[in-house]
C-alpha cells in the first residue's frame, strides 16, 4: 500500500499547512508550475517525488523534470501533465496520451481550482489538485491525499484552506 500525496501549482512557495498534510505519505505527485529546486528538496524530505514541469517553470526545472509521466503505483496506471483540462474537455495532448495508454488516474494542475471527477468515458479518475502555493488568483489552498493497494485507490483526503489574499 502506497499513501500518496498531490499537489500543483506551488509557484514556488508551498503554503502553511500543505508540509503538515503531505507529512506521512510515501510519495508525492506534483502536477507542474513547481517554480524552484528548493520545492522539490523541500518534498523530497517526506518521500519520493513525481513531478511534471508546468507553464511558468523555468529550462533548469524544464531540464530536471519531465513534461508528462507515465507510471504504475501499487497496479494503478497514472498519467500526470500540467495542462490537461478536465472529462469532456481535455487538452489534445492529454486526450492522446489517455487514448493511447488507458491509466486509471489521470493527474493534472493549471487550473487552480481543484477538481476530483470521474470519467466514465475513458473509466478514470481525474484528479486536479488545485493550487497548493500562496501565488496566484485561487481562493483556497488545496491538496490531495489519497491510498493506492492492489490496484485501487480508496480513502481520498481534501486539504482545503481558505486564502489570506492580504
Known amino acids: 500500500m502506497k499513501k500518496v500525496g498531490i499537489i500543483s501549482d506551488t509557484h514556488a512557495e508551498i503554503a502553511d499547512g500543505v508540509m503538515d498534510f ?84 489521470f493527474i493534472s494542475g493549471h487550473s487552480h481550482i481543484l477538481k476530483v471527477m470521474y470519467d466514465k468515458k475513458y473509466d478514470l479518475l481525474h484528479i486536479n489538485p488545485g493550487a497548493a502555493g500562496k501565488r496566484g488568483f485561487h481562493k483556497h489552498i488545496t491538496a490531495i491525499r489519497m491510498k493506492i493497494h492492489q490496484g485501487r485507490m480508496s480513502d481520498l483526503e481534501v486539504l482545503e484552506i481558505e486564502r489570506n489574499n492580504k
Open 22 to 105: 503531505l507529512e506521512d505519505v510515501d510519495e508525492i505527485w506534483h502536477a507542474g508550475d513547481v517554480g524552484s529546486f528548493e520545492i522539490l528538496d523541500r518534498l523530497r524530505k517526506i518521500g519520493t517525488v513525481r513531478a511534471v514541469y508546468g507553464n511558468i517553470d523555468n529550462h533548469r526545472i524544464r531540464s530536471a523534470i519531465p513534461e508528462k509521466q507515465l507510471f504504475r503505483c501499487e497496479g494503478v496506471l497514472v498519467v500526470m501533465i500540467h495542462i490537461g483540462g478536465y472529462p469532456g474537455r481535455y487538452s489534445a495532448e492529454a486526450k492522446s496520451l489517455i487514448e493511447k495508454f488507458h491509466p486509471k488516474l
